[in-house]
């Protein structure tokens, strides 16, 4: 079953004004880069890359570099073709997690395709089962607002049937402070409450607010700073108890070799269309689950990737929560493609049972909403 055909789709929709702020300021849209595979068979799959805050960059070197890199081989050698692409580009002068992201579309879009040449879903080819996945609500939502306002938003997704929440923290250590305190107040101990601070810290802030996300059992805080900060997430540490995630940002197996011997991140969020793609993330949580690390996927922005992350955390057996995207009007959750995942009532999740990841993509939204230059967040 030899590769024929590889492109890229750079899309973009904007956000109306008042768009989520985060730690890392004021969305204005929502990027993704779409993977098209096609066999010599006529099978096509489908996956996502990242947009690296530079959609048509990451398409441009799919649809260029790696594309001839490529073209030929089985599309049933994702191993082979993970090591060709790093050989060749990722491991010298390879622009580095530019690459890593250009991969994990192309890499995605293989694994969709075996499972529809095969008839069977990812997490069978991954050797998974159809078991539940517990699902956090987050995605870019539950943001910077005031107390109340928060409570309202939470509502509708805890009445959904979900059992954790992610908030969006990174704002000034007192706000942070009375938005946790209002949600546990609201929904009670056995709520699982998460934080994401989107870099938005200084070791000075993450001092302060660690002691009361400890008194409030808090389940984890997120990306405080930057991937490369090792000084400052081992400095972190020693100020509570509360669990420092990170590994969205973080590209390949060698730059979780880093996390695992620091010791100190030690909930772990490899992204399947950032980190080199399933291929990858098969060896990371592999690399983890010697160590007893829980992997809990961060997910990316469309429909493809959170159902590809659902399949993905069926088949390991250190899989953690789903990171289900609840914002409001996700045109890449909701129009890109088919229903890719359901909310039950039990709050989890359950991977798809139709081929490959399950997803069918409407080549025509692509058409109607193409790239948008310039930055996603100002």
Not at 49 to 73: C, D, F, N, P, Y
Not at 290 to 317: D, Y
Not at 354 to 372: K, M, N, S, T, Y
Request: charged share 20%; proline share 6%.
């Amino acid at each position: 079953m030899k590769i024929v055909d590889v492109r890229a789709f750079p899309t973009s929709f904007p956000l109306p004004a008042g768009g989520p702020r985060l730690g890392i300021g004021q969305a204005v849209k929502r990027d993704a880069v779409m993977v098209k595979v096609t066999t010599e068979d006529g099978i096509v799959g489908w996956g996502e890359s990242h947009h690296g805050r530079a959609h048509t960059a990451v398409a441009k070197l799919i649809e260029t570099t790696l594309r001839q890199l490529i073209l030929g081989m089985d599309a049933f050698d994702t191993t082979g073709i993970n090591a060709r692409i790093y050989k060749y580009q990722l491991a010298s002068h390879g622009m580095g997690a530019g690459c890593a992201m250009a991969m994990s579309g192309i890499d995605m879009a293989l694994w969709d395709a075996k499972g529809k040449a095969l008839n069977l879903p990812l997490y069978k080819l991954l050797g998974g089962a159809s078991r539940p996945v517990a699902a956090y609500a987050g995605g870019v939502a539950l943001g910077y607002q005031p107390p109340a306002q928060l409570i309202d938003e939470a509502g509708p997704h805890i009445e959904a049937g979900y059992r954790a929440l992610k908030l969006r923290v990174g704002d000034t250590v007192k706000d942070d402070i009375a938005r946790m305190e209002a949600v546990r107040d609201a929904f009670g101990k056995d709520m699982a409450i998460l934080t994401d601070a989107n870099i938005g810290y200084s070791i000075d802030q993450v001092r302060q607010v660690m002691p009361e996300m400890d008194r409030l059992n808090i389940g984890w805080l997120e990306e405080p700073f930057p991937a490369h900060d090792h000084h400052l997430y081992a400095q972190a540490r020693g100020y509570g108890v509360t669990p420092l995630a990170a590994g969205e940002n973080h590209f390949t197996r060698y730059e979780f070799t880093r996390v695992l011997e620091d010791g100190v991140i030690t909930i772990w969020q490899p992204d399947l269309s950032k980190c080199g793609g399933i291929t990858e993330a098969l060896r990371i949580a592999g690399m983890a689950s010697a160590f007893k690390i829980p992997i809990h996927p961060h997910s990316s922005m469309t429909g493809v990737n959170q159902a590809a992350s659902i399949h993905f955390l069926a088949a390991i057996e250190n899989g953690g929560y789903f990171e289900a995207d609840i914002s409001k009007a996700n045109r890449f959750r909701d129009e890109l493609g088919s229903t890719p995942w359901t909310i039950g009532a039990d709050g989890n999740v359950r991977p798809n049972e139709a081929p490959g990841i399950g997803v069918e993509v409407d080549e025509r939204f692509l058409e109607a909403f193409p790239a948008i230059e310039g930055p996603g967040y100002v």
